[in-house]
């Protein structure tokens, strides 16, 4: 199960809404072994495409490196689908190389890219260990420890 602040929940859709017709593509850090995604760093999607996302490979050396030198960990990878649902395409499973990782997908589908737009938002959250892909639930808290959560 993902256990996740309504803060980095809304930092997520609103940074995957102002990217579209892009995908959105970022990382939620936590201190390493936690499990606990703490700081959302919103990541520039290389690639530019609606069907697409690939980290800038100098942006995630240095976040690498920081995550490195802080005890720190990418708990949730996260990116937007601009017109098809949020699961996996085959090829976020292909380069999906964080086994520990909750890798998280919002749909901007559907009028969800306003900023006004205030339906219901697909945001899912999947394993994604050896080409496997498993579905998890997602638990957005107000903040951790209020209501027992890390």
Not at 13 to 42: F, L
């Amino acid at each position: 199960m993902l256990i996740i602040e309504q803060a980095a929940y809304d930092a997520i859709v609103a940074h995957a809404r102002r990217d579209h017709p892009d995908e959105a593509c970022g990382v939620v850090i936590g201190p390493e072994g936690s499990d606990r995604p703490e700081r959302v760093v919103p990541m520039l999607n290389a690639a530019m495409s609606p069907t697409f996302y690939e980290f800038d490979q100098d942006d995630w050396k240095k976040l690498y490196d920081e995550m490195w030198d802080n005890d720190e960990e990418a708990v949730v990878v996260y990116h937007s689908h601009t017109a098809t649902e949020a699961y996996p395409s085959r090829t976020d499973v292909a380069i999906a190389q964080l086994p520990t990782a909750h890798y998280v997908l919002v749909s901007t589908r559907d009028g969800a890219d306003s900023l006004t737009y205030d339906g219901p938002v697909e945001f899912r959250s999947f394993r994604i260990v050896g080409g496997t892909v498993t579905e998890e639930e997602v638990k957005v808290v107000t903040a951790y420890g209020e209501t027992g959560e890390n």
